[in-house]
């Protein structure tokens, strides 16, 4: 089993600045890819950032110049620096991770339980 347990969450008025934190525990052979998403009342869940194994990452659109997605890998933890917020970033935000067992090819895909970012105007 593996548990991603998510921090850094809170209310924030529009232009500052948040980090969360998600740090993976379990017997993870590797993981594959980690990620931020985030669901807003109404809407369906949205990718924000993710970075690979490899530290490749990718973006949502609305996160571009103002997200930053790190991960390390030793500590098996992944951070969002998200700046420059706007209330349109209100949303609970999910921690994901892809993670392999005892080095079998097969893949599984896990989730946090979300924390709150909460912007104001």
């Known amino acids: 089993q593996v548990h991603l347990v998510e921090s850094g969450g809170g209310f924030v008025q529009a232009g500052g600045s948040l980090r969360l934190s998600c740090a993976a525990s379990?017997?993870?052979?590797?993981?594959?890819?980690m990620g931020w998403y985030r669901q807003a009342p109404g809407n369906q869940r949205e990718l924000v950032a993710e970075?690979?194994?490899?530290?490749?990452?990718a973006y949502a659109n609305s996160a571009k110049g103002r997200f930053t997605i790190s991960s390390d890998n030793a500590k098996d933890t992944v951070h969002l620096q998200m700046s420059s917020l706007k209330p349109e970033d209100t949303a609970v935000y999910y921690c994901?991770?892809?993670?392999?067992?005892?080095?079998?090819?097969?893949?599984?895909?896990?989730w946090g339980q979300g924390t709150q970012v909460t912007v104001s105007s």
């Open positions: 994901k991770a892809i993670v392999s067992f005892g080095g079998s090819t097969s893949m599984y895909q896990y």
């Open positions: 379990g017997n993870i052979f590797r993981i594959n890819n």
């Open positions: 970075v690979a194994s490899g530290g490749d990452t």
